[in-house]
């Protein structure tokens, strides 16, 4: 099967000609249709200025970047955005919810901006809803509701267009652990039973657990990966921890 | 390091953000010392002996520029230290005292104030000669202006300002004092529930707006309303439309918009929803400035419009009552042939006739004199007296006023009016404003005696002051378009010269008023548009909201102050009997067409300050 996101020798180099910071550094990867890919990495290592290449908000210095079978690095601003509106869906750590609008309208913005019809969009905002588990908040507030709730009002606005690919950045970082279960758990529903596609950066091993495949990076680097299979989650977070301990850096303090 | 460096400093590496803030002092004062330079000009005191009008239009308008600056300053200084919050607050982080803060806060707004009185006294200064010229050229006068540096001027306005300037820094001192640290860290979470629209009021509003305008499109003569409130009346006028225009923002606009947002089949395409959801709060939060810039544009429209009116009609109006360039009683005078278009001698008696209780005197004519005479003037509907008919004619005819007289009696017999003309044939203030004319055979009837006039037209009326005053010197009863003009022309081109400065000021400082506003809502909104930038909204389409959102800000009270002024400016164009309609329409043009530029500009200020800001991360 054709993968869905291709990543070949993409580096990131920030700064002018003096003064150069290499942020990304010869990265290649894929990504197959249906996947859950966690990326994890001390502060610094390159996770953010990844995740924003790969989302169209930031370009490449160098390398190509494929979805599906458009090479997204080389693509003009105008259909860049058009690209972001039909393709991909974004999850925040700081939910970046529009407060002026109710949380049934910050769902079914994506499909206004792409024109879709009043019936179809009440349809799948009703439907997305229900699989978050906020059908009785939709006309509320963000300012009325929890941070978790907040953040499940996101990731269904993320969702309700059928993105071909999720990028979630840190989406429980502002969370508690009720909260960051809910929302990890409802994530890994979508995958499982809608085949959805999501890259999530965190680092944190716990979240981290609810994927099923691993991208470890360091100073911009791709360091290795690792792969669930068939372990169970408590399993695979005791793996995560291992290999966080080996690569050193700071992310032990965080869990 | 002193203080007084660190807030020199400040300001050299700041410039850019404090050029806005130094841009409107300088501004204010430019405007404020030019009119000033213009009050205690030589040359304008030298008229002003001749037209007492003008020193006290002069002396009120400096009076209503002053407060106007004041304010205007003020609130630059207010959107100034709102934006400079963080700043402040990080010094006070890092553990600087606030009076400290507060010094340095003074004395730079002290520096900055002195900086802006200099450039603006140099600039004003300039640009007051340029104005003078104007000025001149408007009242018709030849004047070469002097390059006069009046001290005067310069004194006056550092006293206005320095006071303004201690003021404002006083403002800046005490909000260091009422600032807390936390608010710094809450600053960003409010979380304002959208509002509701009350028909109530909404309905209130239209209706006190109607009453408003109905009571203004009264008749001054025949109403009863005048009658019983006569001079309360402007006053419950204005009330009205200002509340009325308070409540349509309040909550007109805000339930149109609700309905609007809730019809999802237009809502939820493209950006619509956040288009109007953007405008809920910020009409609902902007009430106040949006009824305040709404009535300052009615009354700058108005004032504008009428000034702009009267002496764009000073033509017509001399054309009324003096419809020849010259006339005199008597002989003929010798007068360059190349210029004349037009000679007549105009023979005339003057008769008693009886009106109820009174006499009035009336110039008769007869038919052929008539007819030469308005057929000069390009009258189209010449009428024929017939046997026993007279027609009358009437220059101050008025039917709200006049008493309508249907029959004459002449040397005992009676004759019916059969047709009234009330507009001059001749000049009113050589002849008279009332004349019959009669048949050829009845003058010949009429014992009276009989009185010479000539009626001369020239080419160029307008320029014929040498010829007109050689002509006063020589002749009787002598009446001249000319010099009419020229004086009506002082007159209005000196109110229409305070009217359009006060009225530029008052554009300027409502654009940038709006300008600031929006300017302070782009910061606030920066994390939206990010967001919107994330989920794939082209910058095009991000743009075209920010378009329909300023523009719905500047285009309502510009609109409404178009509507309240068409409606002054038809009641005040009834009550002289004069037709505004080209010279309010100019002025309306030129009023919009401004403010389309001040849209222009704070378009791109959004844009700037929501992409520059927002689309790195």
Same mark, same amino acid.
């Given at each position: 099967?054709?993968?869905?996101?291709?990543?070949?020798?993409?580096?990131?180099?920030?700064?002018?000609?003096?003064?150069?910071?290499?942020?990304?550094?010869?990265?290649?990867?894929?990504?197959?249709?249906?996947?859950?890919?966690?990326?994890?990495?001390?502060?610094?290592?390159?996770?953010?200025?990844?995740?924003?290449?790969?989302?169209?908000?930031?370009?490449?210095?160098?390398?190509?970047?494929?979805?599906?079978?458009?090479?997204?690095?080389?693509?003009?601003?105008?259909?860049?955005?058009?690209?972001?509106?039909?393709?991909?869906?974004?999850?925040?750590?700081?939910?970046?919810?529009?407060?002026?609008?109710?949380?049934?309208?910050?769902?079914?913005?994506?499909?206004?901006?792409?024109?879709?019809?009043?019936?179809?969009?009440?349809?799948?905002?009703?439907?997305?809803?229900?699989?978050?588990?906020?059908?009785?908040?939709?006309?509320?507030?963000?300012?009325?509701?929890?941070?978790?709730?907040?953040?499940?009002?996101?990731?269904?606005?993320?969702?309700?267009?059928?993105?071909?690919?999720?990028?979630?950045?840190?989406?429980?970082?502002?969370?508690?652990?009720?909260?960051?279960?809910?929302?990890?758990?409802?994530?890994?529903?979508?995958?499982?039973?809608?085949?959805?596609?999501?890259?999530?950066?965190?680092?944190?091993?716990?979240?981290?657990?609810?994927?099923?495949?691993?991208?470890?990076?360091?100073?911009?680097?791709?360091?290795?990966?690792?792969?669930?299979?068939?372990?169970?989650?408590?399993?695979?977070?005791?793996?995560?921890?291992?290999?966080?301990?080996?690569?050193?850096?700071?992310?032990?303090?965080?869990? | 390091?002193?203080?007084?460096?660190?807030?020199?400093?400040?300001?050299?590496?700041?410039?850019?953000?404090?050029?806005?803030?130094?841009?409107?002092?300088?501004?204010?004062?430019?405007?404020?010392?030019?009119?000033?330079?213009?009050?205690?000009?030589?040359?304008?005191?030298?008229?002003?002996?001749?037209?007492?009008?003008?020193?006290?239009?002069?002396?009120?308008?400096?009076?209503?520029?002053?407060?106007?600056?004041?304010?205007?300053?003020?609130?630059?200084?207010?959107?100034?230290?709102?934006?400079?919050?963080?700043?402040?607050?990080?010094?006070?982080?890092?553990?600087?005292?606030?009076?400290?803060?507060?010094?340095?806060?003074?004395?730079?707004?002290?520096?900055?104030?002195?900086?802006?009185?200099?450039?603006?006294?140099?600039?004003?200064?300039?640009?007051?000669?340029?104005?003078?010229?104007?000025?001149?050229?408007?009242?018709?006068?030849?004047?070469?202006?002097?390059?006069?540096?009046? =001290?005067?001027? &310069? @004194?006056?306005? %550092?006293? #206005?300002?320095?006071?303004?300037? $201690? /003021?404002? *820094?006083?403002?800046? +001192?005490?909000?260091?004092?009422?600032?807390?640290?936390?608010?710094?860290?809450?600053?960003?979470?409010?979380?304002?529930?959208?509002?509701?629209?009350?028909?109530?009021?909404?309905?209130?509003?239209?209706?006190?707006?109607?009453?408003?305008?109905?009571?203004?499109?009264?008749?001054?003569?025949?109403?009863?309303?005048?009658?019983?409130?006569?001079?309360? =009346?402007?006053? &419950? @006028?204005?009330? %009205?439309? #200002?509340?009325?225009?308070?409540? $349509? /923002?309040? *909550?007109?606009?805000? +339930?149109?918009?609700?309905?609007?947002?809730?019809?999802?089949?237009?809502?939820?395409?493209?950006?619509?929803?956040?288009?109007?959801?953007?405008?809920?709060?910020?009409?609902?939060?902007?009430?106040?400035?949006?009824?305040?810039?709404?009535?300052?544009?009615?009354?700058?429209?108005?004032?504008?419009?009428?000034?702009?009116?009267?002496?764009?009609?000073?033509?017509?109006?001399?054309?009324?009552?003096?419809?020849?360039?010259?006339?005199?009683?008597?002989?003929?005078?010798?007068?360059?042939?190349?210029?004349?278009?037009?000679?007549?001698?105009?023979?005339?008696?003057?008769?008693?006739?009886?009106?109820?209780?009174?006499?009035?005197?009336?110039?008769?004519?007869?038919?052929?004199?008539?007819?030469?005479?308005?057929?000069?003037?390009?009258?189209?509907?010449?009428?024929?007296?017939?046997?026993?008919?007279?027609?009358?004619?009437?220059?101050?005819?008025?039917?709200?006023?006049?008493?309508?007289?249907?029959?004459?009696?002449?040397?005992?017999?009676?004759?019916?009016?059969?047709?009234?003309?009330?507009?001059?044939?001749?000049?009113?203030?050589?002849?008279?404003?009332?004349?019959?004319?009669?048949?050829?055979?009845?003058?010949?009837?009429?014992?009276?005696?009989?009185?010479?006039?000539?009626?001369?037209?020239?080419?160029?009326?307008?320029?014929?002051?040498?010829?007109?005053?050689?002509?006063?010197?020589?002749?009787?009863?002598?009446?001249?378009?000319?010099?009419?003009?020229?004086?009506?022309?002082?007159?209005?081109?000196?109110?229409?010269?305070?009217?359009?400065?006060?009225?530029?000021?008052?554009?300027?400082?409502?654009?940038?008023?709006?300008?600031?506003?929006?300017?302070?809502?782009?910061?606030?909104?920066?994390?939206?548009?990010?967001?919107?930038?994330?989920?794939?909204?082209?910058?095009?389409?991000?743009?075209?909201?920010?378009?329909?959102?300023?523009?719905?800000?500047?285009?309502?009270?510009?609109?409404?102050?178009?509507?309240?002024?068409?409606?002054?400016?038809?009641?005040?164009?009834?009550?002289?009997?004069?037709?505004?309609?080209?010279?309010?329409?100019?002025?309306?043009?030129?009023?919009?067409?401004?403010?389309?530029?001040?849209?222009?500009?704070?378009?791109?200020?959004?844009?700037?300050?929501?992409?520059?800001?927002?689309?790195?991360?």
């Amino acid at each position: 099967m054709e993968p869905l996101l291709v990543v070949r020798n993409v580096e990131k180099i920030y700064g002018n000609s003096a003064n150069t910071f290499k942020a990304l550094e010869n990265i290649s990867f894929k990504i197959d249709h249906g996947e859950f890919v966690g990326v994890m990495g001390p502060s610094g290592a390159g996770k953010s200025t990844l995740l924003n290449v790969l989302a169209t908000i930031d370009s490449p210095t160098n390398g190509d970047i494929f979805i599906s079978n458009d090479n997204i690095a080389k693509m003009k601003e105008e259909a860049l955005s058009d690209f972001r509106r039909d393709h991909l869906g974004f999850i925040f750590q700081d939910y970046n919810l529009l407060d002026s609008l109710t949380v049934r309208e910050n769902i079914l913005l994506p499909l206004a901006i792409a024109k879709k019809p009043a019936a179809v969009i009440q349809a799948r905002v009703d439907t997305i809803a229900r699989t978050f588990g906020i059908s009785n908040l939709l006309d509320k507030y963000p300012y009325q509701i929890s941070g978790g709730q907040k953040q499940r009002t996101a990731a269904s606005r993320a969702l309700v267009s059928n993105p071909k690919l999720i990028f979630a950045d840190e989406p429980t970082g502002a969370l508690d652990s009720k909260s960051a279960t809910d929302l990890l758990e409802s994530l890994s529903k979508m995958n499982v039973e809608h085949e959805t596609t999501i890259m999530m950066v965190t680092h944190d091993a716990y979240a981290a657990s609810f994927c099923r495949r691993i991208l470890f990076i360091k100073d911009g680097q791709l360091l290795k990966e690792i792969f669930r299979g068939t372990k169970t989650r408590k399993e695979f977070f005791q793996m995560i921890l291992v290999e966080l301990a080996q690569l050193g850096g700071d992310v032990h303090d965080v869990i | 390091m002193t203080l007084f460096d660190l807030a020199l400093k400040n300001i050299r590496r700041n410039m850019k953000n404090y050029s806005l803030y130094i841009g409107s002092t300088i501004f204010s004062i430019i405007i404020y010392f030019t009119f000033v330079t213009l009050k205690y000009s030589e040359d304008i005191s030298a008229l002003a002996e001749t037209s007492k009008q003008i020193s006290g239009i002069m002396s009120a308008s400096a009076f209503v520029l002053m407060i106007f600056v004041a304010i205007f300053i003020a609130y630059s200084n207010s959107f100034f230290m709102k934006k400079r919050k963080k700043e402040v607050a990080l010094y006070s982080l890092l553990g600087v005292r606030k009076r400290s803060i507060g010094f340095m806060l003074f004395f730079e707004n002290m520096v900055i104030g002195l900086f802006s009185l200099v450039v603006g006294i140099g600039l004003g200064f300039l640009l007051s000669r340029v104005l003078l010229t104007i000025l001149m050229k408007l009242m018709g006068l030849d004047i070469v202006i002097g390059f006069a540096f009046s =001290m005067n001027a &310069v @004194i006056n306005t %550092l006293i #206005v300002f320095f006071i303004i300037f $201690l /003021f404002t *820094s006083i403002q800046g +001192y005490r909000v260091i004092y009422q600032f807390k640290l936390i608010d710094l860290f809450h600053a960003e979470k409010k979380g304002e529930e959208l509002p509701k629209a009350r028909i109530i009021s909404a309905l209130l509003g239209v209706v006190s707006l109607a009453a408003a305008y109905w009571l203004a499109l009264q008749d001054l003569a025949t109403s009863s309303i005048w009658r019983m409130l006569s001079l309360t =009346m402007p006053i &419950v @006028i204005i009330a %009205l439309t #200002v509340i009325g225009s308070a409540l $349509l /923002f309040s *909550s007109m606009l805000v +339930y149109v918009l609700s309905v609007m947002k809730k019809n999802k089949r237009w809502a939820w395409k493209g950006l619509n929803l956040m288009t109007s959801s953007q405008l809920l709060y910020r009409i609902k939060g902007n009430t106040k400035t949006l009824t305040i810039i709404a009535t300052l544009s009615a009354t700058t429209i108005t004032a504008g419009g009428a000034v702009f009116g009267i002496y764009y009609n000073a033509d017509e109006n001399i054309q009324a009552y003096t419809p020849y360039t010259f006339m005199w009683e008597g002989a003929p005078q010798e007068i360059n042939p190349n210029i004349v278009e037009y000679v007549e001698a105009v023979h005339s008696k003057t008769v008693l006739i009886e009106q109820g209780t009174y006499e009035r005197e009336y110039a008769v004519i007869n038919q052929s004199t008539f007819e030469k005479l308005a057929r000069n003037l390009d009258w189209s509907n010449i009428q024929v007296a017939q046997d026993g008919d007279v027609l009358m004619i009437d220059a101050f005819y008025d039917e709200r006023w006049s008493q309508k007289i249907d029959s004459v009696i002449i040397e005992g017999a009676e004759y019916t009016v059969a047709k009234l003309y009330d507009k001059a044939v001749f000049n009113t203030s050589t002849v008279g404003a009332s004349a019959l004319v009669v048949t050829d055979q009845l003058y010949s009837k009429i014992t009276a005696d009989e009185k010479t006039y000539q009626a001369v037209q020239v080419k160029d009326y307008k320029n014929q002051l040498a010829l007109s005053k050689k002509l006063a010197a020589k002749t009787e009863n002598f009446s001249s378009a000319t010099e009419d003009y020229r004086a009506s022309i002082e007159a209005s081109g000196a109110l229409l010269f305070v009217g359009s400065f006060l009225g530029l000021v008052f554009l300027v400082a409502t654009g940038s008023i709006i300008f600031f506003k929006m300017m302070t809502e782009a910061e606030e909104d920066k994390g939206k548009y990010t967001v919107l930038y994330k989920i794939g909204v082209s910058k095009r389409e991000m743009k075209r909201t920010i378009r329909s959102q300023v523009g719905m800000i500047f285009a309502l009270p510009l609109g409404l102050g178009l509507l309240h002024g068409a409606v002054a400016l038809t009641a005040f164009s009834n009550l002289l009997m004069m037709d505004l309609l080209m010279p309010v329409l100019i002025w309306m043009l030129a009023y919009t067409l401004i403010y389309t530029i001040y849209y222009f500009i704070t378009v791109r200020g959004f844009n700037k300050t929501v992409h520059l800001g927002g689309m790195e991360g």
